[in-house]
């Protein structure tokens, strides 16, 4: 699928356009999860992973990722770090969070991301997660096979976020007068410029004092760095590139939007998580050159 193909209706599940690319993630997530010294524990992203049936995804969610190709493994390497510190930020962001008593949790563009059934969640804690439908059923009807609970009370929501999603959110008990700390991994460079500042303002308007909003802009790799990984993926019949499913278009710095939009809001850039974890030895590597990551508070 290439981005002209993309159009204001598309639609996916786990193994086909940008859902796929939650898989990828949780592939990524998966391996990193099994490596020494992990940073991050995360026992459900591997069988999730091998339910959508990818075959080059799950040997790579098993943790092999060591390749005769040395391109291949860097490429390969580097996605593993990425979600390793991705994944620990958005962690520690969501336990600061609920640590400071907020118990009402939203994730948008929830994708294949169980930390709703692996995080220990405070009692009374809600959970809302939104994303298509069949992704969204895909992942709960699988953890439900698989005999997995969480200690929240998770409500899934399935939903389009390009369509009146603030509308099923209440729909399904969000409680607008609460606080709300609200996750928004990996999905802004999947809209549009204008999509991204409408759903920032649906957020705002949703969000009393004392909220909290973690956020991502990522930057795929070019075409040129992937082409050793996705030949590889080809050949196995899996042809998704996440460069050809984000809108390479200019759009608004998170941190300014949010600030001008009242919020007190900060930017972390990939380079400092990956120093911050003892992996600087990635700070310069063009696959995280320009991703960043956003924190704030609403005032």
């Known amino acids: 699928m290439t981005l002209e193909q993309r159009t204001d209706t598309d639609t996916w599940d786990p193994g086909t356009s940008v859902g796929a690319t ?3 993630v949780a592939a990524a997530r998966a391996a990193a999860a099994a490596s020494p010294d992990a940073l991050i524990d995360d026992p ?3 069988p999730l992973v091998h339910a959508v049936g990818v075959a080059e995804l799950s040997r790579w969610a098993d943790g092999d990722i060591d390749d005769e190709d040395p391109d291949v493994q860097w490429v390969l390497r580097g996605f593993v770090d990425l979600m390793a510190v991705r994944t620990r930020f958005f962690d ?13 949790v939203v994730n948008l563009a929830s994708g294949l991301d169980a930390r709703s059934y692996r995080m220990a969640w405070p009692a009374g804690t809600r959970i809302f997660e939104l994303d298509q439908g069949p992704v969204i059923g895909f992942k709960t009807s699988t953890l439900a096979d698989l005999g997995v609970d969480t200690s929240a009370e998770l409500h899934a929501v399935p939903i389009d976020l390009r369509q009146d999603w603030p509308a099923a959110l209440r729909a399904n008990g969000f409680d607008a007068q609460q606080p709300t700390v609200w996750l928004i991994e990996g999905l802004l460079p999947f809209l549009r410029p204008d999509a991204q500042d409408r759903l920032l303002d649906a957020v705002t308007e949703l969000s009393v004092a004392g909220s909290r909003l973690g956020a991502e802009i990522f930057v795929p790799p070019s075409r040129e760095l992937m082409e050793p990984v996705t030949r590889r993926w080809q050949s196995s019949g899996f042809s998704v590139q996440p460069q050809d499913l984000v809108y390479d278009e200019d759009r608004s710095d998170v941190t300014v939007y949010l600030n001008a939009h009242g919020w007190s809001a900060t930017t972390t850039t990939m ?13 310069d590597d063009p696959l995280f050159t320009n991703n960043s990551y956003y924190t704030a508070t609403r005032i």
């Open 44 to 46: 459900l992203a591997k």
């Open 92 to 104: 520690d962001f969501l336990q600061d969070a609920t640590d400071a008593g907020i118990r009402q």
């Open 271 to 283: 380079r400092t998580l990956l120093a911050r974890h003892g992996l600087s030895r990635r700070a």
């Open 22 to 24: 939650a898989t990828l």
